[in-house]
């Protein structure tokens, strides 16, 4: 069975630091690998994804996340905290359609002011 | 603003009782997709149409339904509701239907199940 982890429930780091949101994943094939966030009383948004190609996706906000095949990891990054990260961030992934696509139980980030 | 609307934004209702979500996707966009989450499970795709097409199911219960009308919105349709149906339930909308497609999600319906 395909399942994507999230070891970590929370994630606190103070602002201006880098941060990482870890991510691991178990997917037979190729994987598909998503980044989603969730703020407050609002909907999932869309952040990163990995297809296929470089191993160093960059996406919305000055996020990106390193796909590592050896160590099965899709680790979210940034460079420098904002206060306005604070959010529920979501790992998923799979292979094949997104009816295929599974999701992590979300870490949390606080960004300290 | 996704461009992916929602209605209603919250819904109270009670066991046994049938409810309808709506979710408009954003304008050109062919594909809808629905997910459930919940405390117990977490975020859970449930089915996928593509215009107006069944095109993808995932964890979606029998009591269930869901589909895509010609001017592409999309209704679920929740049936005999149990008290662990209640969730927040998204709707997401992409141009086309494949992996690579960006989804937009709209804001949730917060259904509460008494």
């Known amino acids: 069975a395909q399942s994507v982890a999230q070891p970590e429930d929370q994630v606190n780091v103070a602002e201006g630091n880098p941060l990482t949101v870890k991510c691991t994943y178990s997917v037979s094939g190729n994987p598909y690998l998503f980044w989603y966030v969730q703020y407050p009383n609002r909907g999932l948004q869309f952040l990163l994804k990995y297809i296929t190609g470089d191993n160093l996706v960059k996406g919305s906000y000055g996020f990106e996340a390193e796909f590592n095949k050896s160590q099965t990891s899709f680790h979210l990054k940034k460079p420098s905290a904002l206060v306005s990260d604070s959010a529920l961030y979501f790992c998923a992934g799979g292979s094949g359609g997104y009816q295929k696509v599974t999701f992590g139980t979300g870490t949390k980030l606080q960004v300290i002011p | 603003d996704s461009g992916v609307t929602q209605t209603p934004k919250h819904l109270i209702t009670a066991t046994g009782q049938r409810v309808t979500l709506r979710c408009s996707p954003r304008?050109?966009?062919?594909?809808v997709y629905w997910y459930q989450q919940s405390l117990d499970q977490g975020l859970q795709f449930l089915i996928q149409y593509y215009n107006g097409e069944e095109r993808a199911k995932g964890n979606i219960l029998e009591r269930f339904s869901a589909q895509q009308f010609p001017d592409l919105h999309s209704e679920l349709n929740l049936s005999s509701l149990e008290l662990g149906d209640s969730a927040l339930y998204f709707c997401a909308s992409s141009v086309l239907a494949g992996i690579q497609e960006t989804q937009y999600f709209g804001p949730g319906t917060r259904l509460l199940v008494l």
């Open positions: 304008s050109g966009d062919l594909s």
